[in-house]
């Protein structure tokens, strides 16, 4: 009678650690794949930041190079009339015309440099804030990935 009331005893026994190694497996397993879909769902996130933050830039760099375009065509616009003024202008009065035309090319000139100097400026802070925008995507899918990561390691432990 001893043997058979031990036999059932380590039976139950068996098969209650059975049991529980079972739902601590599914539970691990549970865990890993709400882990992996958090973190893909991190990494897209991720990547459509960057993929905006890179537009931003390009944008900001393509509106750069238009300005400092403009601002030489006006430029090579201003020589060209200061040249035509200083040809058509009488030979007595032809040092005059001449000076007031280098001053006011010498204005269009600096006012156009300040500007191009502006454009610049624009767009390098548009690629910085980009590359800033992506490190705070690449931060929160580290945070993702190492909270999920965590999860899974808790499942693991409960058992």
């Known amino acids: 009678m001893n043997k058979l009331l031990a036999t ?13 190694s079972n739902a601590t497996a599914a539970a691990i397993v549970k865990a890993e794949a709400k882990a992996e879909k958090e973190i893909a769902q991190a990494e897209a996130r991720e990547a459509r930041a960057a ?3 890179d537009e931003r830039a390009a944008d900001a760099l393509a509106d750069a190079v238009e ?19 200083v040809a058509d202008a009488d030979p007595e009065d ?3 015309e001449m000076a007031r035309a280098e001053e006011k090319l010498a204005r269009t000139t600096v006012k ?6 502006k454009a ?36 693991a432990a409960q058992r």
């Not at 375009?69 to 003024?85: G, P």
């Open 8 to 20: 059932l005893v380590a039976g139950l026994l068996a098969t209650s650690a059975q049991a529980q």
């Open 51 to 53: 993929a905006k933050a």
């Open 67 to 85: 300005t400092k375009a403009a601002l030489q065509e006006r430029v090579v616009k201003a020589q060209a009339n200061a040249a035509e003024r």
């Open 94 to 96: 032809r040092a005059r």
């Open 112 to 117: 156009a440099e300040k500007a191009m100097i």
């Open 120 to 155: 610049e400026e624009k767009a390098l802070k548009a690629q910085i804030d980009a590359a800033a925008d992506k490190a705070r995507a690449a931060a929160d899918t580290e945070q993702v990935r190492a909270e999920a990561t965590a999860q899974v390691h808790q499942a």
